[in-house]
Structures are given as structure tokens and as C-alpha cells.
T-cell receptor, first 116, second 116 residues
Framework: AQSVAQPEDQVNVAEGNPLTVKCTYS??????LFWYVQYPNRGLQFLLK??????LVKGSYGFEAEFNKSQTSFHLKKPSALVSDSALYFC??????????????FGTGTQLKVEL | DTAVSQTPKYLVTQMGNDKSIKCEQN?????MYWYKQDSKKFLKIMFS???????INETVPNRFSPKSPDKAHLNLHINSLELGDSAVYFC???????????????FGPGTRLTVL
């Protein structure tokens, strides 16, 4: 079974400061990991994904995420937060060894609030 | 040139009614999905279709029936609506259905269903 946990319901950060949104996962084999962002009353927008290779993945809007196999984590980071980054962030995992299609399992989401 | 579109955006209806939500993607993808996001923002997959073939069918009441007239469309029909069906329903698509696929799922804007 595949699962993902986002331990923080909300993260508050001042504009210009670095931000981190945490994600840990559980899969049988090597995971495929994704980050999505949801702005109010909008759909989910893809930010970045880790499949294989370099543990540091760069994505849209200046976001990056670091895959850490020993800690089973895939934390989302940005060096300098913007007020416009305020949104709901979802981590998702897929176990490629799982049969039955391209099934993503999402975390419970972390609300990021960036304040002036 | 919206990639994944859904109609309607909002749907308010009475208990016991039957309603449909339509989804279309113009990305040329082979696989489409329906997700449900509850009031706590938790996202869970409901169905997945690949080239009109049902691939994923999670534990969903049989009042929910997906219909795929062609690979660019996946509609969701709900019979005998209940209060607990109130949620935001997201359609998504990806290139392939394979569990080993590295493809990203792209989401529509969502349909907010309110059952009174």
C-alpha cells in the first residue's frame, strides 16, 4: 500500500524568508513523488515531480523539493517566499510496482500562509 | 485552450436528484480520472479510464457511474444524490495508464457540488 503524510496543517512564513512544506511517504518500492498547489476555488496545479536521478528537483514558480530515501521524505522548499505563494499544497505518491493503473495517493494538504 | 475542462463549475441540487458532471481534455491523453475532495480538502481517487476502459474503481457507491464516450471525455453521473455527496469533484488526465508510467496528472478546475 502507498501512503503519504503531511504533518503540518498550516505553515506560516514571512515574505522573503525561506519556506519548507514537509512530506513523508510509504511505498513498497521506489516512489514516484509529486507536489501540487491549489489556489482558492481553483484546480490543482502541478509543481514538480521526482521519478529518479538527482535528489533535488526544481519545479515551477521557483519551488524545489529534495528526495531523501533514508528519511522517506520529499519536502517542498523555496528560498524566498512571496505573498502570492499562499495556497494549499499537496504531496502525492505513486508506487510504480502497484498494478491497476496510475493511482496517486494524496496527503491531507498543508495550507501555506505568507505574510508581509 | 484549456487543457482539462469541467462543466458545470457549480452545481446545487436537491437530495434524490440525478446529476452529471462533464469533463473534457484536449491534451491527447489516454487516461482520465475522477477525484473527490471533501470539506476537509482531502483528495481521493474515484475512477480511472483508459481509452474508454475502466482501470481504477475505488470503493465508491454504485450511485456513481463514470461514462467515457471517447478518450477525450469522461463524464460522472450520480444517481439519487445524498447530502454526503457534497464535495468538489476534480477531473484529471495523463498520457498513459501504466503503473510504471512517470506521467503527470493534470487537473481540471473542479465542480463544486452542493446537495441540499
Amino acid at each position: 500500500a502507498q501512503s503519504v503524510a503531511q504533518p503540518e496543517d498550516q505553515v506560516n512564513v514571512a515574505e522573503g524568508n525561506p519556506l519548507t512544506v514537509k512530506c513523508t511517504y510509504s511505498v513498497s518500492g521506489n516512489p514516484y513523488l509529486f507536489w501540487y498547489v491549489q489556489y482558492p476555488n481553483r484546480g490543482l496545479q502541478f509543481l514538480l515531480k521526482y521519478i529518479t536521478g538527482d535528489n533535488l528537483v526544481k519545479g515551477s514558480y521557483g519551488f524545489e523539493a529534495e528526495f531523501n530515501k533514508s528519511q522517506t521524505s520529499f519536502h517542498l522548499k523555496k528560498p524566498s517566499a512571496l505573498v502570492s505563494d499562499s495556497a494549499l499544497y499537496f504531496c502525492a505518491v505513486r508506487d510504480p510496482l502497484t498494478g491497476g493503473g496510475n493511482k496517486l495517493t494524496f496527503g491531507t494538504g498543508t495550507q501555506l500562509k505568507v505574510e508581509l | 485552450d484549456t487543457a482539462v475542462s469541467q462543466t458545470p463549475k457549480y452545481l446545487v441540487t436537491q437530495m434524490g436528484n440525478d446529476k452529471s458532471i462533464k469533463c473534457e481534455q484536449n491534451l491527447g491523453h489516454d487516461t482520465m480520472y475522477w477525484y473527490k475532495q471533501d470539506s476537509k480538502k482531502f483528495l481521493k481517487i474515484m475512477f480511472s479510464y483508459n481509452n474508454k476502459e475502466l482501470i481504477i474503481n475505488e470503493t465508491v457507491p454504485n450511485r456513481f457511474s463514470p461514462k467515457s464516450p471517447d478518450k477525450a471525455h469522461l463524464n460522472l453521473h450520480i444517481n439519487s444524490l445524498e447530502l454526503g455527496d457534497s464535495a468538489v469533484y476534480f477531473c484529471a488526465s495523463s498520457q498513459t495508464r501504466s503503473g510504471a508510467s512517470t506521467d503527470t496528472q493534470y487537473f481540471g478546475p473542479g465542480t463544486r457540488l452542493t446537495v441540499l
